[in-house]
Nanobody, 127 residues
Framework: QVQLVESGGGLVQPGGSLRISCTFS????????VAWFRQGSGEEREGVAA????????YYLDSVKGRFTLSRDNTEKMTYLQMDSLTREDTAVYFC????????????????????WGQGTQVTVSS
């Protein structure tokens, strides 16, 4: 079974930084594409960033390009999202998701491409 657990969320001031983590439990982590999604209060869930199994390719939501950096450590089965220059618009519950990398028609920032999800971690940007 595959399980994902997010951690590292919290309260940060505008302009600040935060790194959130996703811990993968299960086998064959490097064969899964991993992504971060977020959902603000009363808003649709949107894809923030995605990374392929070996880390060769990354995808980012336009509004976070240059501010967020996605990385993974396949030895530790960890995925990290480093968030810099945070704004109030980044406030949301952030979810980690995984998709089997050998599936066809993979859309990196589309939630329908993912079938494994974590419980979410709250990120609040406020002064």
């Amino acid at each position: 079974q595959v399980q994902l657990v997010e951690s590292g969320g919290g309260l940060v001031q505008p302009g600040g930084s935060l790194r959130i983590s996703c811990t993968f439990s299960g086998s064959n982590f490097a064969m899964y594409n991993v992504a971060w999604f977020r959902q603000g209060s009363g808003e649709e869930r949107e894809g923030v960033a995605a990374i392929t199994g070996r880390g060769f390719t990354q995808y980012y939501l336009d509004s976070v390009k240059g501010r967020f950096t996605l990385s993974r450590d396949n030895t530790e089965k960890m995925t990290y999202l480093q968030m810099d220059s945070l704004t109030r618009e980044d406030t949301a519950v952030y979810f980690c998701a995984a998709a089997w990398g050998y599936n066809t028609n993979y859309r990196p920032l589309n939630s329908e491409s993912y079938n494994h999800w974590g419980q979410g971690t709250q990120v609040t940007v406020s002064s």
